[in-house]
């Protein structure tokens, strides 16, 4: 990474086909970890969201294999990594977003469970609302 870039936290979410079998699906998001890996980029988080249903058909397909990286970068780097993303064909799409410190602040919450899980009423409140 250049020195005189400042280093940003990015968000990438991308959909593989789902015609690839399960060792092909790996071995795409291993060429995109490696590709951060060998640029010295940090990698925050990882997610595979696994093959989930389309919003809309894409390419005459319904169904895509979705991954997601967090990771700290440069700007130069990220137009590296969206070139490549261009030039795979077994990606259907993909999104890559700076992070401002509110989103780096929902993802950590996320993480460790405080955004997304209603917490359980406790019985006393339970009996106040049935009442």
Do not use: C
């Not at 991308?14 to 790996?26: A, G, N, S, V």
């Not at 980029?41 to 093959?51: D, F, P, Q, R, S």
């Not at 005459?60 to 130069?76: M, V």
């Not at 780096?104 to 469970?113: A, D, T, Y």
């Amino acid at each position: 990474m250049s020195e005189t870039q400042t280093t940003r936290q990015y968000e990438a979410m991308f959909i593989i086909t789902p015609l690839l079998t399960d060792e092909q699906m790996k071995e795409v998001v291993d060429k995109f970890r490696n590709l951060l890996k060998n640029n010295n980029v940090e990698i925050v988080h990882e997610e595979n969201w696994g093959l989930n249903k389309l919003a809309y058909p894409i390419k005459k397909k319904s169904t895509g294999f979705y991954h997601l990286f967090e990771f700290k970068a440069t700007p130069d780097f990220v137009a590296k990594w969206e070139t490549e993303f261009k030039r795979d064909e077994r990606i259907m799409r993909y999104l890559t977003v700076h992070l401002d410190r509110y989103g780096i602040e929902f993802n950590e919450k996320r993480r460790k469970g405080e955004i997304g899980k209603r917490p359980k009423a406790s019985a006393t409140e339970e009996e106040t609302t049935n009442s």
